[in-house]
């Protein structure tokens, strides 16, 4: 596989990014469902990969159903689960899952709510988790995909 047919990767949180901190607990925002599938989907290119605690409740199969079916259909897999829950764990579940289902090259970037996840060089769309992914979350990420050479498959 050349670098070219790499697809890139959004790792995805969904507690502070598609849930507020302020709902209900295990429900998905519509408003913020929507926008970041109005961000995703124009990219052909793009796979989803689930990082949330929610993985450890629910299957693949299960969580690809909150989503609509052309969102569903770029959710790859979710990150496994790391029994050290010490300083950026999710990054080091996120290069866990890279090294073992992608190929050196691939770009990524993350979507979560919590800076302590991650190193701070690593590629993150941080979310306040009093307000979710937001349009300009939207608009950050577009900036994002851009710079690793994507664009929106026109219509």
């Not at 970037?109 to 307000?131: G, K, M, N, R």
């Not at 950050?140 to 851009?146: F, H, K, N, Q, S």
């Amino acid at each position: 596989m050349s670098l070219a047919n790499i697809p890139t990767l959004i790792f995805l949180d969904f507690d502070g990014v598609l849930r507020r901190n302020t709902s209900p607990l295990y429900e998905l925002e519509p408003v913020l469902v929507r926008n970041l599938e109005n961000a995703v989907l124009p990219y052909t290119d793009l796979k989803v990969v689930i990082t949330s605690s929610w993985r450890e409740a629910y299957s693949t199969k299960r969580l690809r159903n909150l989503f609509s079916a052309k969102f569903a259909e770029r959710i790859e897999g979710a990150t496994p689960i790391s029994n050290e829950r010490s300083e950026h764990y999710r990054y080091r579940e996120i290069l866990a899952y890279l090294q073992r289902y992608h190929e050196a090259g691939a770009d990524w970037v993350a979507i979560d709510d919590d800076p302590l996840h991650f190193p701070v060089d690593s590629p993150l769309i941080l979310t306040d988790p009093s307000e979710g992914f937001t349009q300009e979350k939207a608009n950050e990420l577009d900036d994002v995909l851009r710079a690793f050479g994507e664009g929106p498959e026109r219509r």
